[in-house]
């Protein structure tokens, strides 16, 4: 097998509706899986939905939130230019991917749950028999993603995301366009969470991979890895 070619799709939104506060990308949901896809040799693509400048959610770059690979990425010129330069997801329909990965942060909950691209590509993705990835908010944009087959991805599988009480504790409730812990209910899906909120947890069913929320980073990208490397071998 040649080089493992991952694509990792991130918002461009970088404010709540109400414009009171700012949002975006939350950082460690890139970072750890750039980083073990790097360290691999990987081919690493990142886009989002209107390609150019990719707005960090400014709580995740707080001392107690930055871990240390993301601290190092951030203070990286290379990694900044990187942010500030994403590919446009539109333009990238025709690569194959062995996977594609959504990044969270608040701001995918205003452009991913409805992007074309993001469904198509993602609808393409698993009925080839290959990896789909989901983390935090992110996962929020396989909600409307459907098969051939009229039905919805993620119907009947096991997964996870930001819980509706997580959203309590990040006291961003008031400001979220919706509720994700219904919405993925609503679709048929079997949500899964971590014992103790703002805990990691990573659920791996079939070719779907999904993580709960930014603590989740580290071990979503090993769980990712892992899988991916199983095709290599």
């Excluded at 799709?9 to 990308?25: C, D, R, W």
């Excluded at 997580?166 to 919706?178: G, S, W």
Aim: proline share 3%; glycine share 8%.
């Amino acid at each position: 097998m040649g080089m493992m070619k991952i694509l990792i799709i991130v918002t461009n939104i970088g404010m709540y509706a109400s414009g009171n506060l700012k949002t975006g990308l939350w950082l460690s949901e890139l970072t750890h899986i750039y980083h073990m896809a790097k360290e691999k040799g990987y081919d690493i693509t990142i886009a989002s939905p209107q390609g150019g400048n990719i707005p960090v959610d400014p709580e995740s770059l707080k001392h107690f939130t930055l871990d240390k690979i993301s601290e190092q990425y951030w203070n990286e010129d290379d990694f900044r230019l990187l942010l500030a330069n994403s590919e446009k997801l539109s333009e990238l329909t025709q690569e194959e991917y062995d996977l594609i990965y959504l990044a969270g942060g608040h701001g995918t909950m205003y452009d991913f749950p409805d992007d074309a691209t993001i469904q198509s590509m993602a609808r393409n993705q698993f009925e080839k028999g290959k990896k789909v990835a989901a983390i935090c908010h992110g996962v929020g944009g396989l909600l409307n993603v459907k098969l051939s087959n009229g039905e919805y991805l993620i119907q009947g599988k096991s997964m996870t995301g930001f819980d509706w009480f997580e959203e309590t504790i990040a006291r961003r409730k008031r400001e979220v366009p919706f509720n994700l812990e219904a919405a993925i209910k609503e679709r048929g899906a079997y949500l899964k969470k971590a014992f103790i909120p703002m805990t990691s947890k990573v659920v791996v069913d079939g070719n779907l991979i999904t993580g709960q929320n930014p603590f989740s980073s580290k071990e979503m990208a090993k769980v990712v890895i892992k899988e991916l490397e199983k095709i290599k071998n």
